[in-house]
Structures are given as structure tokens and as C-alpha cells.
């Protein structure tokens, strides 16, 4: 059976954040790059629920790319970031043996979210499945490209060469799998009001007008109607 047919779990899983730095965001046009940022920070923490380990790696931080997002440095503070040259993670060894070490625990599903989709995501797809036996799930929406040509033909051709693409929430629920997880099912649900949108809006009415249950933040008085004479 292709291991492609098993879906991603905590157990078989890595993560790795390439370039999510501020210059390389400036170029990004393929996405809104606050939508960018927010779904990059939720895909963090979704690692941080399942304990998925975690590289994140930069390319020329002082003299062209910046310092990576400080939301996604807040999940994963302990972390270090292994900062390269080459626009290839993959030529990198200290990113090789990073991916080598959680790899050998089983874990060669390679989670990958990047900056720009059409070369550093595409350069280390390749590169990394040509050199391994790794299998390399591309998360769409917390990458981005230069445009959006550029971005969708980079996936194109990454899905040619056996890369699975896949979305950040589609990781988070593949990784929870069954809501009886109580484990993780409170951490989970309180990701997703936070970062998906209509999703999370959506457990919030239904957690008040459905089931009766309190709003998760406390406020001032609700006043009114008062009509105007």
C-alpha cells in the first residue's frame, strides 16, 4: 500500500517553517498576507498541540529577509532557527540532519510551509524526495507566491513530482482525526475559534445558541434598544 494512503497522524508527522520572514512576505502576492500569517501561526500551534516536532529555518536574516514572524517565534520559543544561504533548505546540512533526526522516529511525513512557493518550497520538495524516502505534504495556504500563476504553477509541479498539497486545517483535523480525543479536543477547538474564520465563529454560536453554553470572553453590560424620540 502507498504510504500516501495514511493520513497524516501526531505519531508519523514533522513540521518545518521555511522562510516565514517579513521581506520575503513583501514579494508575496498569491495570498493576503495577513490571511498568510494568520494561517502560518495556526498551523504552529497546531504542531504545538500534537507535539509534532518543528524546524524552522531562515535565509539571510540580517542583510535581506528580516526576522521570522515573532507570532510564530511566540509558539515555538525554545526552538532554534537554523539560518542558511542557499535559497535550497535542502543544501543546508544542519536542515537535513534536523529532518534526518525526527525522520529516523518514523516520522518522514514532512509537513512543509514556505516562502516563495516557486523556490524555496519547490527547490527543497525536490531536492529532499529525490535525496530521501520522505514524503513532502505542502500546505498551500501557508505558503505563498509572487503571484498567483507563480504560486499555482509551482504547486503543479511539485504535485507532478508526488508532493501531496494540502491546506493548514486539513493538517490540524487530520492530526485530531476523532473529536473523542478529549486529550487535545479542548486545545483544538479554542485553535480554531481563534484562526479559521467562519469555522470558529460558527462553534461560538453554537456553543451560546444552541447549546446554551456561556461566551468565552466576559464584557461590559449589553444596553438597549432605545429607540430614538
Given at each position: 500500500m502507498s504510504s500516501k494512503l495514511q493520513v497524516l497522524t501526531p505519531q508519523n508527522s514533522q513540521i518545518i517553517?521555511?522562510?516565514?520572514?517579513p521581506q520575503m512576505a513583501f514579494g508575496v502576492q498569491s495570498i493576503d498576507r495577513q490571511v498568510l500569517k494568520n494561517n502560518v501561526?495556526?498551523?504552529?500551534?497546531?504542531?504545538?498541540?500534537?507535539?509534532?516536532p518543528t524546524t524552522i529555518t531562515t535565509v539571510?536574516?540580517?542583510?535581506?529577509?528580516g526576522n521570522t514572524f515573532p507570532e510564530l517565534l511566540a509558539v515555538v520559543p525554545e526552538n532554534d532557527i537554523l539560518e542558511r544561504t542557499?535559497?535550497?533548505?535542502?543544501d543546508d546540512q544542519n536542515v537535513r540532519d534536523a529532518l534526518a533526526k525526527h525522520a529516523a522516529d518514523g516520522r518522514k511525513k514532512v509537513v512543509v510551509a514556505g516562502?516563495?512557493?516557486?523556490?524555496?518550497?519547490?527547490?527543497f520538495a525536490l531536492s529532499c524526495m529525490n535525496d530521501t524516502d520522505y514524503e513532502i505534504y505542502m500546505v498551500a495556504d501557508a505558503s505563498g507566491g509572487t503571484s498567483v500563476?507563480?504560486?499555482k504553477y509551482a504547486m503543479d509541479r511539485m504535485v507532478q513530482a508526488g508532493v501531496?498539497?494540502?491546506t493548514w486545517q486539513q493538517v490540524l483535523l487530520e492530526w485530531q482525526r476523532d473529536w473523542a480525543r478529549k486529550e487535545t479536543y479542548d486545545a483544538v477547538t479554542s485553535l480554531v475559534k481563534e484562526h479559521s474564520g467562519a469555522y470558529g465563529m460558527g462553534i461560538d454560536y453554537a456553543v451560546t445558541h444552541v447549546?446554551?453554553?456561556?461566551?468565552?470572553?466576559?464584557?461590559?453590560?449589553?444596553i438597549g434598544p432605545n429607540p430614538a424620540k
Open positions: 517553517f521555511i522562510d516565514q520572514q501561526v495556526g498551523l504552529a500551534k497546531a504542531a504545538k498541540i500534537f507535539n509534532i539571510e536574516t540580517d542583510s535581506f529577509s542557499s535559497m535550497n533548505s535542502w516562502l516563495w512557493t516557486e523556490v524555496c518550497n519547490t527547490t500563476d507563480a504560486h501531496v498539497p494540502v447549546h446554551g453554553g456561556a461566551e468565552r470572553v466576559s464584557h461590559g453590560k449589553r
